[in-house]
């Protein structure tokens, strides 16, 4: 929506691709949002309007001062960084993604057609930036095609190490599991034993 606003104060030529593919992106959200608020938990819905409200009021707060604190150029510049600043944050997040990859030696959190997509997507947004010679389309772009080259070299890496990982995963907590309860055992045998000796020797076959 930031996006559609920015579009919205840069000159018609310009702004026509910038208007109509957030458009539509929008359109799809929405639809996206709608259909997991239909079908997800109680719980699940409160906690995504309490982030829809935030997103909104934000997107509104945003509105306001611009509209009101900046004029002209200045305003199209204020809302460009704005936009640039929210596009970082959005290429950044699967970074946490990127060192559980690393960790694991597998790819199974980071779906191939995503990361591609992604890449593409940053790399068409990147030339058309540049194309307009708009740094604030261009700028955040150039993070996305580097975060985008570097979730295709670990795919590249680890695409074969899926279920080795989740094997060795298994096993390592197996071999725990089983440890703990070999230690479990252990304790209750000395624990009956001592509980034994303090009632007296222990009656042999013999002696009975």
């Known amino acids: 929506m930031l996006w559609l606003y920015y579009a919205s104060l840069k000159s018609e030529s310009t702004a026509f691709l910038l208007i109509t593919v957030n458009s539509v992106g929008c359109a799809i959200e929405t639809i996206y949002i709608a259909l997991y608020l239909a079908y997800a938990p109680k719980q699940a819905r409160m906690m995504t309007g309490t982030l829809l409200l935030l ?3 934000g997107y509104c707060s945003i509105l306001l001062l611009s509209h009101f604190l900046a004029k002209g150029s200045a305003r199209v510049q204020l809302v460009g960084w704005i936009c640039v600043a929210l ?6 997040a699967p970074l946490s993604v ?3 990859v690393i960790r694991t030696k597998s790819v199974e959190f980071l779906p191939f057609s995503l990361s591609f997509f992604l890449m593409l997507s940053a790399v068409t947004w990147l030339l058309y930036g540049l194309f307009l010679k708009d740094l604030y389309v261009a700028g955040p ?3 996305g095609v580097i975060f985008g080259v570097l979730q295709m070299a670990l795919h590249a890496i680890y695409r074969k190490g899926n279920t080795i990982a989740m094997e060795e ?8 599991k089983l ?21 007296g020797p222990v009656a042999t076959p013999s002696e009975v």
Request: some cysteine; aromatic content about 10%.
């Open 179 to 199: 440890s703990s309860d070999i230690q479990s055992c252990n304790g209750h045998a000395f624990m009956i034993f001592i509980e034994a000796s303090d009632k």
């Open 55 to 57: 997103n909104f009021g």
């Open 87 to 92: 596009s970082v944050a959005v290429f950044a």
């Open 98 to 100: 990127i060192r559980m």
């Open 169 to 176: 995963e298994e096993n390592d907590t197996s071999v725990g």
């Open 141 to 143: 772009n150039v993070l």
